[in-house]
């Protein structure tokens, strides 16, 4: 038999593996709940299993010195791929705590379906979104590379057309003018001023 232990802290982002569908009896799944059971004697441990359809039932779930112990059987294994399992404790005084949601993976059986023909369905159907979720990121990408690209040219024509000029203060405090060819001005010094005109 496969055991798979887990503590309260461990369980947020873990992937539980459940076996393989159609398995009966031949994993087990424990869960460290002793820190909860100290901290209000009384409680008791229930957990919700929720199916990679989005079915939800609870889980048969026996605590035994303090570990909550989950056996896979066969109403466990009937749909093979990604599912979820909470932990959750009831206290005496009405209160209860509820763990995060635990990443849970059956392997579909060889021979097995889901129901459509297709035993690899639910890996077969999440690969599917990641490629076309993939595939849409490229292809926004691309259009901003498209459209950076159209200003370039257009600020390349503009340029071109209407004329550009450019004023840097160089590492060596000089002020220098870039411009293109089309654009001219003429430089002149009224009441001790620099005065710059365009060029008819």
Same mark, same amino acid.
């Given at each position: ?8 802290? @461990? ?14 009896? $031949?994993?087990?799944?424990? *869960?460290? *709940?002793?820190?909860?059971?100290? @901290? ?19 889980? %048969?779930?026996? *605590?035994?010195?303090? *570990? ?5 059987? !066969? ?7 990604? /599912?979820?399992? !909470? ?27 889901? #129901? ?12 599917? !979104? ?5 595939? !849409?990121?490229?292809?926004? +990408?691309? =259009? ?10 257009? %600020?390349?024509? +503009?340029?071109?057309?209407? /004329? ?23 430089? @002149?010094? @009224?009441? #001790? $001023?620099?005065?710059?005109? =365009?060029?008819?």
């Amino acid at each position: 038999m496969n055991v798979y232990r887990y503590t309260l802290t @461990e369980l947020p982002g873990a992937m539980i593996p459940l076996g393989k569908q159609g398995e009966d009896g $031949r994993t087990r799944i424990e *869960v460290d *709940v002793s820190p909860w059971l100290a @901290e209000h004697p009384g409680a008791t441990i229930a957990l919700t299993v929720t199916m990679s359809n989005g079915d939800q039932y609870a889980g %048969a779930v026996e *605590v035994v010195d303090g *570990v909550a112990v989950w056996k896979i059987t !066969e109403s466990d294994t009937i749909l093979a791929g990604y /599912g979820w399992a !909470e932990w959750r404790m009831d206290c005496p005084s009405g209160d209860t705590y509820i763990t995060r949601k635990a990443r849970t993976h059956l392997y579909p059986q060889a021979g097995a379906t889901n #129901g459509n023909g297709n035993p690899f369905a639910p890996i077969a159907a999440q690969v599917q !979104e990641a490629a076309r979720q993939a595939k !849409e990121a490229a292809g926004q +990408a691309q =259009e901003s590379e498209q459209a950076a690209a159209a200003s370039a040219e257009l %600020a390349k024509q +503009a340029a071109a057309n209407g /004329g550009y000029i450019q004023f840097e203060i160089g590492d060596d405090g000089r002020l220098y003018m870039y411009r293109t060819e089309n654009v001219t001005f003429v430089f @002149e010094i @009224e009441e #001790g $001023r620099l005065m710059m005109y =365009e060029q008819a």
